[in-house]
Nanobody
Framework: VQLVESGGGLVQPGGSLRLSCTAS????????MSWYRQSPGKGRELVAA????????NYGDSMKGRFTISRDNVKNTVYLQMNSLKPEDTAVYYC????????WGQGTQVTVSS
């Protein structure tokens, strides 16, 4: 099982970024896939999740209406579209899959600053 994130970077407040999580060793549509984030001094928090059955989604409260999680089963990739970014969205973003244990990617840094 391997998860590789990409797409992070520096963006101004109000801007957008799309993160990608490319999976190998399993099929993303078979498991719950999630994005988490962690900023200095804070614990890891759920950003968004997409469930295997039906592809239903859920989001952290501060992300609702701004972030969208999706998956491409052909590319075996999960995306996180982030719009209207705020400085408080600055964090390392991690991709996660929950099987018999949790697997994590290496993380990608998102910095929102003018």
């Amino acid at each position: 099982v391997q998860l590789v994130e990409s797409g992070g970077g520096l963006v101004q407040p109000g801007g957008s970024l799309r993160l990608s999580c490319t999976a190998s060793g399993f099929t993303v549509s078979t498991y719950r896939m999630s994005w988490y984030r962690q900023s200095p001094g804070k614990g890891r928090e759920l950003v968004a999740a997409i469930h295997s059955a039906g592809g239903s989604t859920n989001y952290g409260d501060s992300m609702k209406g701004r972030f969208t999680i999706s998956r491409d089963n052909v590319k075996n990739t999960v995306y996180l579209q982030m719009n209207s970014l705020k400085p408080e969205d600055t964090a390392v973003y991690y991709c996660n899959v929950r099987m018999w244990r949790d697997y994590w990617g290496q993380g990608t840094q998102v910095t929102v600053s003018s």
